[in-house]
């Protein structure tokens, strides 16, 4: 996986981004692309507590972060994610991954109080990866779409404009068409105007079963860094905290080497470019933000 | 200096009949300097318009990131836009004003500053086009944190920092009385339903904190929206301008700012 020594280092410009892996790796679905092989049975990783969130939210104040992500396994499964996210908006923007199967009205009425008193945004991002059961559920597991566009119809009943994410299980030239498709499914279901964001597969995890991992050419190499833009890397202004400490990016945590401290302070040490899924951050950029659509 | 007032003007995006009125308004106001955050092409008709009234009032310009493409021949706007039907139009938008924007012109955008330093009655005040740290960043009132902006101002060594790039004017008080602000932009409406535009009065005195206040500029957009046409750009621009909600370069708007416009 790693060929260690020519691999570049990435310095953290700032900590724009600072992510919690809020429900770990537990999840209700077991996808067959998921980089990170979330279930409800991988407790390799565990919740996090409105305690340790509040800790380094506090924490996060003296270095500026930006924007607070949410991302599991599935958040909804953690029992304090209304608390956690209702705490966040008093410090920030806040964004949730969810695979929407498991929100209830009462949460979301909540939280569309919060966000409306809120300066700032509360975004979802919903994963569904196709456009009909047909082409979701062989990958998200049977009923997942309908659960999904249930949840979906749900948010936008309450005023949020979830963005939709879609792993690209389909070859790149079709991403006009795909989009398209499900935008038009959206709008039949009454969401007039979804935000649809088409993401790269990460060849990690249970995605290894499902198509392949990464090739040995498939690496970062101090020469691609050459003129490029730090910026479009994750590891450049993000890191995330997790139940063992704080880790450089959302797709690396099983990796021992993500591992960079136990507090955000510590953790902004550069962090070298040796994994195979820091090839397709490179080459995709921006595949963590809310952008609609990776930037190139 | 016990007391300083300067305007300062947004993405003009070719408005160079909200300009006029922008600028009229201005002195009408007395102020003591009129300032452009950066942008002076995009969207609208006529680039070269624009350019006679920015050196004959002595507008004193940032360099944006549509205005670093033009000068240096580049391919696109660097926007940063992500949607790809956004990238459509911000594409129509940018070759229409590469075409129409003299060779004069376009090296003398090329060769415009990053940012705009000075002190006015004690305080330090910072000009850049998106953040300081980078021309194209979008600051949007509903996806920064307060902190995020007091690490700009720290790093930035400023007391007052002044930007525009995301189109929608909003504004921070920050610790220390210091002051962040968007100043919005002339080139559009901001996507609320009206058609006129705005800029920002920066009114700075030794004994009070630094103030910012929105200006709205009502301009002939008839006129403008006639001229569009006439110049084949896309009706979707002529739209936004003639009824004040944005019709493309949505996607890139976080959620709240999204739900205030119409599309």
């Not at chain 1, 302070?265 to 040796?274: T, V, Y």
Request: contains cysteine.
């Amino acid at each position: 996986m790693s060929n260690g020594l020519s691999s570049p280092w990435v310095h953290l410009g700032h900590l724009d981004d600072l992510w919690f892996q809020i429900a770990g790796t537990l999840c209700n679905l077991r996808c067959h692309h998921c980089f990170i092989s979330c279930s409800p049975t991988n407790h390799s990783f565990g919740y996090l507590s409105l305690e340790t969130v509040r800790r380094r939210l506090e924490e996060s104040v003296a270095l500026g972060v930006k924007e607070y992500y949410f991302t599991g396994g599935e958040p909804f499964l953690n029992p304090e994610m209304v608390p956690i996210l209702e705490e966040t908006l008093r410090y920030g923007p806040a964004t949730v991954l969810t695979n929407a199967t498991v929100l209830k009205e009462a949460w979301l009425q909540r939280l569309a109080a919060v966000e409306r008193q809120s300066l700032y945004s509360l975004e979802f991002r919903v994963s569904i990866d196709g456009y009909s059961p047909e082409t979701n559920d062989p990958i998200r597991g049977e009923g997942t779409f309908r659960r999904a566009m249930e949840g979906t119809r749900l948010l936008v009943q309450f005023g949020f404009l979830p963005i939709i994410t879609i792993a690209r299980t389909w070859p790149e030239e079709q991403d006009h068409d795909i989009r398209e498709r499900f935008r038009r499914v959206l709008s039949e279901a009454g969401y007039e105007r979804p935000r649809v964001k088409i993401l790269p597969t990460l060849l990690l995890g249970a995605e290894v079963e499902r198509s392949r991992g990464y090739a040995e050419h498939e690496q970062v190499t101090a020469q691609m860094m050459e003129e490029f833009d730090t910026g479009k890397l994750v590891c450049e202004h993000s890191r995330i905290v997790t139940d063992r400490g704080v880790h450089v990016c959302p797709i690396l945590i099983d990796a021992p080497d993500s591992l960079l401290a136990e507090n955000l302070a510590d953790s902004l040490r550069p962090f070298q470019m040796s994994h195979g899924a820091c090839y397709t951050c490179y080459q995709y950029g921006a595949i963590c933000s809310n952008a609609t659509q990776s930037g190139g | 200096m016990p007391a300083f007032r300067a305007a300062c003007l947004g993405g003009i995006y070719n408005n160079y009949l909200a300009l006029e009125a922008a600028l009229r308004d201005a002195h009408r106001q007395g102020v003591d300097a009129i300032y452009c955050l950066g942008d002076l092409g995009a969207f609208g008709p006529h680039p070269d318009r624009v350019f006679p009234l920015i050196h004959d009032h002595g507008v004193r310009c940032v360099q944006g990131n549509y205005d670093d493409s033009i000068g240096y021949g580049l391919n696109d706007c660097q926007c940063g836009y992500t949607d790809p039907r956004d990238n459509h139009f911000a594409q129509i938008s940018y070759d229409y004003t590469f075409a129409n924007t003299s060779a004069n012109n376009r090296c003398w955008l090329k060769h415009l500053p990053q940012e705009i330093r000075f002190e006015a009655c004690g305080q330090k005040v910072l000009l850049c086009h998106g953040s300081p740290r980078r021309t194209n960043e979008f600051l949007w009132e509903s996806t920064t944190s307060t902190h995020f902006l007091e690490y700009l101002v720290k790093e930035a060594d400023a007391d007052v920092i002044l930007a525009t790039h995301s189109g929608i004017k909003w504004k921070r008080a920050l610790s220390r009385d210091r002051l962040f602000a968007n100043v919005g932009v002339l080139g559009r409406p901001e996507n609320d339903g009206h058609t006129h535009v705005w800029y920002a009065l920066l009114e700075m005195k030794s004994d009070a904190p630094p103030e910012i206040q929105f200006v709205p500029v009502e301009y002939d957009q008839r006129r403008l929206a006639r001229e569009m046409r006439e110049e084949k750009l896309p009706e979707e621009f002529v739209e936004t301008i003639l009824t004040g909600w944005w019709t493309t370069c949505l996607e890139i708007l976080p959620a709240k700012e999204r739900r205030r416009g119409r599309f």
